[in-house]
C-alpha cells in the first residue's frame, strides 16, 4: 500500500507532479533546496519539509524531479536516508532524465539495501504533469514496476515497462536527440517558408497535415513558437544536457552519428542561454547572426 509520495525536486514538473498525486488522494510529501520552491508548494497545499531527511524516512514511494544525474545520486546516498531504511520497501521512480550507467549503479546500491529504482524520464512537459497525461518510459525490475504502478497511473497517460534499469533513460536520450533535431529542421524550413513569402502558420498547417509533421510542428509551434510566448516550461540548459548525454552514449557504444552531432555543436553554439525555453531553437542563431529574412 502507497500512502505518503516523497516528492524531491519541486520545480515547473516537480511540483506540477506534486499536486497531481495530492489531487489523486496520495498523501505528498515535497522537499525543495529552493525555499522559494518549498515556499510555492506549500501555497499549492503540499506538505512540505525543510530539510530532505524527513522525507528519505517518511515516504512509502519517491518520485525524483532533479536536473542531474550528480542529483539524484546526492539523494540516493545522502547519510542516514534510503540506504539506511529497513522498515519496507521502497520504490524509487526517478523521472529526471539521467545516464543510464548512473542510474544502473544507483539500481545496485537500492536493491542490496532492499529498495527499488526505476528510471522513468516523462514526456509531455509541465503541464502533461499537471493533467496527469505525461508518457514515462520506464526502466527497471518487473517487480518494482508492479509496486509503483498506482503512482505511475497517477501521473501518467503512458507508461511502458521498456527493459531493465537505465532502459528508460535511453529511451528518453533518443526521444530528446530526436526532438533537438527537429526544433533545428523545421525551424530551417519555416524561415524557408517566410524567405520564399508564405507565412509560417500558413505553411505549418500544411506540413501537419503531411509527411513532415512532428511533434514540434503539431504542438510546439502552435502553442509557444508561432505565438513567441517559449513558455513550454523545460529550459534549453537541460535540452543541451540531454543532446550531451545521448551523443556520450553514442560515443561509449562506438557509433559514429554525424547528423546528431551536428545538430549537438548547434545546440551547444546557438545564442540561446541556458535559461531560455528551449523552444526557441526554432528560431536559433549562432553568436553575432543576424536573421536575413
Known sequence: MIETVGVIGLGNMGLAMATRLAARGFAVLGHDIGAPRRQLAA?????VADELAPVLRAADA???????????EAVVTAPGGLLARRDR??????????DPGTTRRLARQLALAGHGLLDAPVSGGPSGAAAGTLTMMVGGSGEDYAQARPVLDALSARAPHVGPPGAG???KLVNNLLVAAHLVTTGEAMRLAEAARLSAGEAIAVVNSATGRSAVSETMYPRWILPGTFDSGFSAGLMRKDVRLALEL?????LDLPLSAHVGRLWQGAAIVDGDDFTRMADFRMPGETRNV
Not at 519517491?62 to 539524484?72: C, G, N, Q, T
Not at 520497501?89 to 539521467?98: F, N
Not at 553514442?250 to 562506438?254: C, K, N, R
Request: hydrophobic letters at 45%; glycine letters at 8%.
Open 62 to 72: 519517491m518520485v525524483f524531479s532533479l536536473p542531474l544525474a550528480r542529483d539524484v
Open 169 to 171: 533513460n535511453i529511451v
Open 43 to 47: 501555497e499549492a497545499g503540499i506538505s
Open 89 to 98: 520497501k521502497v520504490v524509487v521512480i526517478d523521472s529526471s532524465t539521467s
Open 250 to 254: 553514442a560515443g561509449e557504444t562506438g
